[in-house]
């Protein structure tokens, strides 16, 4: 069964840097696209990029580069850092595995909710 | 950026319902379509990729159909454990999006 969880700081200031680590269990992360989508309180999902076991990735460009996405294979872990945060960037982050060419999204770690303040 | 507009953003409906929920893209994302259903507290779930394709373990009173820049969610025979927020999303073109959510309650 693979299974995702989020770690990271809960409580970040505002101009800091936002860290978040998902690890992966039950899956290898050479494999599939690896996510981070997140979801500000009462609102909808914004998808923020997504990292492929190559190395490669790609960002919401809302996030004008401020969102860097890497990869741990030895630890089997992906991770998010969001620079210069706002209390816009105030959300539950979910990191998720993109699972083939249909662009699905098919296991998501829990969340892990993020206070810029 | 694609913009995915689902309607309606709530719904009312009874146990043993059948419901519909639409989502139209701005542009055409071919089948790049997944629906998700989300409960309080908790992350989103599969429910159909590829517009029409059932997730696996997915009950089969979910289905999913459309193509281009319209696609539809129907739940036939609602049962107690469906109501929740249901989301389309669009995997076609970078920056993938989300549809804003349909909130589906109890009548």
């Known amino acids: 069964q693979v299974q995702l969880q989020e770690s990271g700081p809960g409580l970040v200031k505002p101009s800091e840097t936002l860290s978040l680590t998902c690890t992966v269990s039950?899956?290898?992360?050479?494999?599939?696209?690896w996510s981070w989508i997140r979801q500000s309180p009462g609102k909808g999902l914004e998808w923020i990029g997504y990292?492929?076991?190559?190395?490669?990735?790609n960002y919401n460009p809302s996030l004008q580069s401020r969102a860097t996405i890497s990869a741990d294979t030895s630890k089997n872990q992906f991770s998010l850092r969001l620079t210069s945060v706002t209390a816009a960037d105030t959300a539950v982050y979910y990191c998720?595995?993109?699972?083939?060419?249909?662009?699905?999204?098919?296991?998501w770690g829990q969340g892990a909710l993020v206070t810029v303040s | 950026d694609i913009q995915m507009t689902q309607s309606p953003s709530s719904l009312s409906a009874s146990v043993g319902d059948r419901v519909t929920i639409t989502c139209r893209a701005s542009?055409?994302?071919?089948?790049?379509l997944s629906w998700y259903q989300q409960k309080p507290g908790k992350a989103p779930n599969l429910l159909i990729y590829?517009?029409?394709s059932l997730q696996t373990g997915v009950p089969s009173r979910f289905s999913g159909s459309g193509s281009g820049t319209e696609f539809t969610l129907t739940i036939t025979s609602l049962q107690p454990e469906d109501f929740a927020t249901y989301y389309c999303?669009?995997?076609?073109?970078?920056?993938?999006?989300f549809g804003q959510g349909t909130k589906l309650e109890i009548k």
């Open positions: 998720a595995r993109r699972r083939d060419g249909t662009g699905r999204l098919d296991y």
């Open positions: 039950g899956a290898s992360i050479n494999s599939s696209f």
């Open positions: 990292i492929y076991y190559s190395g490669s990735a």
């Open positions: 542009q055409t994302v071919i089948s790049y």
């Open positions: 590829a517009a029409s």
């Open positions: 999303h669009q995997s076609y073109r970078i920056p993938y999006t």
